[in-house]
């Protein structure tokens, strides 16, 4: 084991994360630490994460975090010993050794040995012998698929569990008493309970899966000297790739060339926070967790920033996240938190049942009955406290809300986001490609005056560009401007024929646009000035740079980004073909007419360029540093980016649902303003908006304080975006998150929905949680209705189930206490808990949104779906159940004596006052009288006809003999419909009573 040492790696109020490297690979003692931490008073939430030997604690705010640090010290100085290790690991599943280190120490050793190690060169990368060779021995880079769970597999899942663990003893007991009928009944009713939980899971399973789009990537890999564009699965161990912001990394590898790069490991490791990449060698004889790999990278990871090179040194199921693949066989998605409660709802249930049937089965006994009669009476009621129907009613309503939302063009990734659609709170919005159309437009162009598009077209059509004169020449500031917009940009020229496009991201194809328009030769003038450096965008440096040669020997800066910054660069300005110095006064009116294009919603550029000796200048901007005199200021250029159709009318909408909004975006202030103001994202007239510069090094205390007032959130990082939802869920609130980028992934993981559209990264969509496919942000809202729908009409199914199964415990229960000997036997309530419950409970989880259902406000999350007034409000419904089911079985009592006869008369009351009971469950507020204010529900219809027509099969003497009943007379019938229906108008009373806040 390794030496102790606890690093405090991250740390906010209430939540830190440390680095153990003692825990590294150390898998057995995982369980054992989450265990005895969270048994500890101070801390909520415990998470153990072997790979990166790190642990994430939770704990309560006012809790001293030298207090928590002490405690997780003495923890680990308190590890299993080494033979309880070695114990340990041998008791440990097959998982640990899949995840064993095989190869070479490949990040302690130098590049050049890396490279000979694998055979290959740093600049020629394989040959092609060599690659055929390696192919063949590793095979395609692949990872491992893992097993899909078997038909068998589902179905005996379904028998796991408390619930048909009772019915099973029942059915045991049965035959060991000579109800063989009875034991097969039972038997028969858990395996079409199983078959149906089976085929609603197995559909819910089939339809996630089909929506989950597969990746095809592809990398830039160098062979024989050559840069080719090959499919990732080709990949083999001694291949140079290419690392660029945007792609997922092909393999594992040894960072062999690295500026300024960049990766999100976090699908990984866990961390958050982007690992800055070198190709340095580490210290040997040290133990490195995959975070501290600095010099790694790793198959499925995501480049943010910078470039760089590696050389592949594992693939397929040898990389890391294949070796975890592995280890997944066997796992099986998190149950919902509506399922859970279900589960542990139907065990409190159950166990409270059998506690209530143990305690009949004495009181019957020490009063003289029988030992075999008391015994069938104690499973009866056992038989009646089963809720079958909780888990299949949940699981079917949430698949069968993934199928509805699917044909709305909404896709849902995981079935917990629909019950957490309806209690979102908060939803950030990310303007570029969100708000807007992320189809960037040049609108005006500003170098000493203001140029519109049609003012440049074909202004330099018949220009050829000349070194020589260009750049170290005084020239017209519109041609240089121009020209710098097409050197400092990377995206690409695509010819198809005789047509030309460009290939990047949005707003470099809107400048090479307007070059192209202006008809500057763009190709020409790229050969004209080759680029010998790039200096990306960073946090702190929120502008780009590309260093050219000159045919001087000199060197070309171009320079484009925030206005604000790249004017902080420059000591002179280019007017009417001559150079000018830039000074103070200049500089503020150029502020000003930022501000001025800034506050009609454009996006503003400042474009710059600079001519120098050194290519290597140190261009980041600290504190008040003077700038550079030899760089000289060119102009703006403003650009774009429509607003989305509707998106004022779905803020509107969302702000009457009781959601708010918030808008964050990587543009300055003003234009963030002016958006935030045409589309009223505050829904009030004051808008508060807060830039990165505000709040980067404001205390979590009061940036939280801050985020009840501000709406719109501007210049902001990947970084900030997730400190910004994290700061919202510390303040107790559901967020949801809207993205389509690569600088969103950190906030959309992190947010409780991630949502992004058909037209976003494919990194986007595999992280998010909702996909909407048509790119109408207004779908939104129909997601949340639904979600919000299929929540209540869990509730509203949840009402009957439980209501219904107590009134049945009620029944059997209070007749035994009473004296009165047991009205159902355990086949009626087989067929009670079957047929008048699991059906009509279907259909209420399929009723149309009741209206007004978007102008309430949202559910408390931390609310329990069920809680204690809810459970008074079913007890008392149940009581009038059980009344309508005990009265006329006294009546038959008295009548006919004990025998089928009142037995008949309580089984018909009892299923048919829970089959009209569910007329008063379409709405929690309103009764079966007022439910003509509600949408139709022609399921609810179907089962309820279709659940008489069963019942109606009483009628046939083999069904009436297995079910113990007889016919019944004229004034028999009369009185069970007297007191269904009389069941069904007092509750009705009595949802009126508790609504008026009367009882």
């Given amino acids: 084991m390794a030496s102790l040492e606890l690093q405090k790696i991250h740390e906010l109020r209430g939540r830190v994360r440390f680095r153990a490297p003692v825990l590294y690979r150390a898998f057995h003692l995982k369980d054992y630490l989450e265990g005895v931490l969270s048994r500890n008073g101070h801390i909520k939430k415990v998470k ?112 796991k569990s408390v619930p048909v663990a009772i019915l099973g003893v029942a059915a045991g007991i049965s035959l060991f008493t ?60 001694g291949d140079i790739f290419l690392l660029r912001p945007g792609d997922y990394v092909p393999a594992d590898g040894r960072i062999i060339e690295a500026e300024r790069l960049s990766i999100d490991e976090s699908a990984l490791t866990g961390e958050s926070l982007p690992v800055v990449k070198t190709e340095k060698p580490l210290p040997p004889n040290e133990t490195y967790p995959l975070a501290d790999r600095v010099n790694m990278c790793f198959m499925g990871t995501l480049v943010l920033g910078g470039h760089g090179k590696a050389v592949a040194v594992a693939t397929g199921k040898d990389t890391e996240i294949g070796r975890i693949q592995l280890s997944l066989a066997e796992a099986r998605p998190p149950e919902t938190s509506i399922e859970k409660q279900l589960d542990e709802m139907g065990t409190k249930l ?36 089963v809720p079958e129907g909780l888990s299949t009613v949940a699981t079917t309503t949430l698949a069968l809300g993934v199928r509805e939302m699917k044909k709305e063009n909404i896709v849902v990734r995981r079935l917990s986001a629909i019950e957490a659609l309806g209690s979102v709170q908060v939803m950030c919005l990310d303007k570029t490609g969100t ?18 598009p049609k003012d440049l077209e074909n202004r330099y059509l018949n220009f050829s560009p000349a070194p020589q004169i260009l750049f170290e020449e005084a020239q017209d500031e519109l041609l240089s401007l121009l020209a710098v917009c097409v050197l400092c940009n990377e995206s690409e020229v695509v010819k198809n024929g005789e047509k030309l496009s460009f290939r990047g991201t949005p707003t470099e194809t809107a400048l090479l ?176 908006i807060l830039d990165s510069s505000d709040f980067s090094h404001l205390n979590p205390e009061a940036f939280k304080g801050l985020l009840k007032r501000v709406s719109v959130f501007s210049r902001v990082s990947p970084a900030d975006k ?50 909407i496919e048509d790119d109408q942000l207004g779908t939104m809202v129909l997601a949340v209705e639904k979600g919000r729908i299929i929540y209540k009409n869990i509730r509203k199914s949840l009402e009957f189930l439980l209501s219904t199964n107590i009134s049945e415990i009620m029944v059997s229960v209070s007749a035994n206490l009473a004296g009165l000997g047991q009205p159902l036997n355990q086949m009626q309530l087989l067929w009670i808990n079957l047929v008048t419950d699991v059906f009509p409970g279907l259909a209420l989880s399929l009723e149309p949104a009741e209206p007004g259902i978007m102008k309430e406000p949202p559910r408390d999350p931390q609310k329990p779906i069920m809680d204690t007034n809810d459970f008074k409000r079913l007890s008392l419904q149940a009581s009038v159940i059980s009344g309508a089911s005990l009265f006329p079985y006294v009546y038959g009592l008295v009548r006919y004596g004990r025998g089928p006869k009142a037995s008949t008369l309580s089984f018909l009351s ?50 009436r003999k297995v079910l113990g009943l007889s016919p019944l007379g004229l004034i028999d019938t009369v009185l069970v419909a007297a007191t269904s229906f009389g069941s069904l108008f007092f509750n009705a009373f009595l949802k009126k009573v508790i609504r008026e806040g009367h009882l």
């Fill in 513 to 688: 646009e307007i070059a192209f328009k202006a008809g500057l030769d763009i190709e020409a003038l790229r050969k004209a000035f080759p680029r010998v450096r790039i200096v990306h965008r960073a946090e702190n440096r929120l502008y780009m740079v590309t260093v050219h040669s000159l045919p001087s020997g000199k060197f070309l800066y171009a320079i484009k980004g925030m206005p604000t910054q790249v004017l902080g660069l420059c000591g002179q300005v280019l007017k009417g073909g001559r150079l000018y110095p830039l000074d103070e006064e200049e500089r503020i009116e150029l502020t000003n007419l930022n501000d001025q294009l800034a506050v009609r919603g454009l996006r503003v550029l400042g474009v710059a360029f600079g001519i120098s000796d050194d290519p290597e200048i140190d261009l980041d901007l600290k504190g008040e540093a003077p700038w550079c005199e030899n760089f000289v200021w060119l102009g703006f250029v403003g650009m774009e980016d429509p607003i989305r159709p509707g998106i004022k009318d779905l803020i509107s909408l969302l702000h009457q649902a009781g959601i708010r909004t918030v808008m964050i975006t990587g543009d300055q202030a003003p234009t963030a303003y002016a958006i935030g103001k045409a589309i009223n994202i505050s829904g009030q007239d004051e808008l508060v």
């Fill in 910 to 959: 009892l299923t048919a006052s829970q089959l009209l009971h569910t007329l008063n469950c379409r709405s929690e507020k309103l009764t079966f009288l007022e439910n003509s204010a509600l949408p139709k529900n022609p399921h609810l219809a179907k089962c309820m006809w279709g659940t008489a027509a069963a019942h109606s099969l009483f009628f046939l003497p083999p069904i």
């Fill in 48 to 159: 153990v994460n072997p790979l990166t030997a790190t642990i994430l604690l939770v704990f309560k705010p006012d809790i001293p975090i030298e207090k928590i640090e002490a405690e997780l010290k003495s923890y680990l100085e308190k590890l299993p010993s080494p033979s309880e290790v070695k114990k340990l690991k041998s008791e440990a599943k097959p998982v640990v050794a899949s995840l064993k280190e095989d190869g070479p120490p490949w990040h302690t050793m130098p590049v050049e040995e890396v490279l000979k190690l694998l055979g290959t060169d740093k600049e020629k990368g394989l040959a092609r012998k060599t690659y055929e060779k390696l192919l063949q021995k590793y095979g395609p880079n692949i990872l491992p698929e893992i097993t899909p769970r078997t038909g068998w597999e589902i179905f005996f899942e379904q028998i």
């Fill in 350 to 385: 159950v166990v409270l049942s059998g506690a209530l049937c143990g305690a009949v089965f004495v009181l019957g006994v020490m009063r003289g009955f029988g030992f075999l009669e008391m015994l069938n009476t104690a499973l009866s009621l056992a038989v009646a406290a």
């Fill in 722 to 771: 997730l400190r910004i939802v994290q700061a919202f869920q510390d303040l107790g609130l559901k967020v949801a998150m809207t993205g389509d980028g690569i600088n969103d992934i950190p906030a959309l993981k992190a947010a409780d929905i991630g949502v992004t559209t058909g037209s976003g990264t494919d990194v986007a969509k595999e992280v998010a949680d909702i996909i």
């Fill in 178 to 237: 000579g109800g063989i009928i009875d034991a097969v009944a039972i038997l028969c009713v858990v395996g079409l309970n199983a078959y149906i939980g089976y085929k609603t899971e197995a559909e819910a399973e089939r339809t996630i899966s089909s929506l989950k789009k597969l990746l095809h990537p592809e990398a830039l890999v160098i062979r024989e000297g050559k840069v080719h564009r090959v499919p990732a699965e080709t990949i083999v161990p």
């Fill in 435 to 452: 708000i807007t159309e992320n189809r960037m437009t040049v609108t005006e162009v500003s170098c000493g005056k203001s140029y519109k």
